[in-house]
């Protein structure tokens, strides 16, 4: 809302000796405390409306202090394409209350229709990042027709960065030379974009992946099975401060322990799984607002094969 650029009004009052000399009567206090009114609700009036004065032709008479709502996520107005930002998650609330308000904002200004999906891993296995993934994209809806994987440490902070529909292909918009941290070329965790169908084609993302790391670098692999070609973005020159990273390292540590087959079955490629072999049992799902942004939170008990990938418990 335009306000105007007038002072508020003050009142003043010049100094009166016969009127302070004088002995008080109740008429004057009753006058004094009526011109303090009429002078409150001139401010009010002012600061309200910003123009006491009539609109020009052809414009429409200033709004009266209505409080301008946020921009919707699904305006039908901003294209045919809406995003279903996947966040695999647990027990990061911390980055979560940051994460959900800025990434709303951000596609907003951006107008890329999108919902948030938090994919909220509630059972006692080790995190599976890839598996929760591939909740978000079977749980996401027909309203949705591309995804984008996206961990909810990352925020990103140079309003450039491209999230709409990759028509041409996964687009991944934290690349190596952008992240703070990873720089190797086969990199493609953070934030991937891809078409629904793109990702069908590839199977989905691995479910053998238990604990920290790895699974992205086998998703790579599949893109190339695919025939998929990989995007990422072009000019921008804000190179490692592209991103802000809120993970910390001390409070959040990671589950980065190897055990028993798993060190050599984490570089082995997984020929079959992915959405075809995906057990969950979905225990909730709550419709949430943080600070005003909405999210989807799915709590998802994932399914393990003990024989097949034992290292799922920590035991």
């Known amino acids: 809302m335009m306000y105007s650029s007038r002072r508020k009004p003050v009142l003043y009052f010049k100094e009166d000796k016969r009127f302070l000399t004088r002995k008080c009567t109740v008429f004057k206090l009753f006058g004094l405390c009526l011109l303090l009114v009429m002078g409150s609700l001139l401010w009010l009036q002012l600061s309200c409306s910003g123009d006491l004065g009539q609109p020009p032709p052809g414009e429409p008479p200033p709004q009266h202090c209505p409080e301008r709502l946020p921009l919707s996520q699904d305006n039908p107005g901003w294209g045919p394409h809406k995003l ?65 994987m996206h961990d909810v440490d990352l925020l990103p902070m140079n309003e450039a960065l491209d999230y709409s529909f ?102 082995k490629v997984d020929p079959t799984g992915g959405l075809t072999n995906m057990r969950y049992t979905v225990e909730a799902r709550q419709e949430l607002t943080i600070s005003g942004a909405p999210c989807t939170v799915i709590s998802t008990k994932l399914e393990c094969d003990l024989d097949d990938t034992p290292w799922c418990q920590f035991s």
């Open 84 to 148: 279903a930002l996947i966040i695999p998650f647990r027990e990061r609330f911390e980055e979560l209350l940051v994460f959900v308000p800025f990434m709303h904002a951000f596609l907003n200004k951006k107008r890329i229709r999108h919902k948030i999906v938090v994919v909220n891993q509630v059972d006692h296995f080790r995190f599976n990042r890839a598996s929760l993934i591939n909740v978000g994209y079977l749980e996401s809806g027909n309203e949705t027709d591309y995804v984008a």
């Open 166 to 267: 990759p028509t041409e292909g996964p687009f991944h918009v934290a690349s190596p030379e952008l992240h703070p941290i990873y720089h190797y070329k086969t990199y493609v965790g953070g934030i991937l974009l891809l078409t629904k169908q793109h990702y069908q084609m590839c199977n989905g993302m691995s479910n053998r992946f238990w604990g920290w790391g790895r699974e992205d670098d086998e998703f790579f692999r599949r893109l190339k099975t695919a025939g998929l070609q990989l995007f990422r973005p072009n000019g921008i020159k804000t190179g490692y401060k592209t991103f802000r990273h809120i993970h910390d390292p001390a409070w959040r540590k990671r589950d980065q322990r190897r055990i028993a087959s798993q060190k050599q079955e984490q570089f």
